[in-house]
């Protein structure tokens, strides 16, 4: 079984900063692309950074510039930097990766970290 799990989200003020982390476990062979992605009630999940294997980056232009992804291969774990948090940075923050394993590859996602961006 492969697990997903998120540290890292709470509440900041505005201008603040948070660090997400989320850690893959289990029978892994390898870890394709990592990525965080956000949540609003209501609305649909919204990609906001993704890294692939070899370290390529892409960022959804409302992150561009405040918000670094990075990732551990040998930790198997996925960061999110977040800087100059703004209120509409509140959502939770799910991480998602494609991770292979002896059935091959698919898609797993995080539980969910709450970011709550508010003075």
């Known amino acids: 079984q492969v697990q997903l799990v998120e540290f890292g989200g709470g509440l900041v003020q505005p201008g603040g900063s948070l660090r997400l982390s989320c850690a893959a476990s289990?029978?892994?062979?390898?870890?394709?692309?990592m990525g965080w992605y956000r949540q609003v009630p209501g609305k649909e999940r919204e990609l906001v950074a993704t890294?692939?294997?070899?370290?390529?980056?892409n960022y959804a232009s409302s992150v561009k510039g405040r918000f670094t992804i990075s990732r551990d291969n040998a930790k198997n774990t996925v960061y999110l930097q977040m800087n100059s948090l703004k209120p509409e940075d509140t959502s939770v923050y799910y991480c998602?990766?494609?991770?292979?394993?002896?059935?091959?590859?698919?898609?797993?996602w995080g539980q969910g970290t709450q970011v709550t961006v508010s003075s």
């Open positions: 998602k990766a494609r991770i292979f394993t002896v059935g091959g590859p698919r898609d797993y």
């Open positions: 890294i692939t294997s070899v370290g390529s980056t």
């Open positions: 289990g029978n892994i062979f390898s870890i394709g692309t």
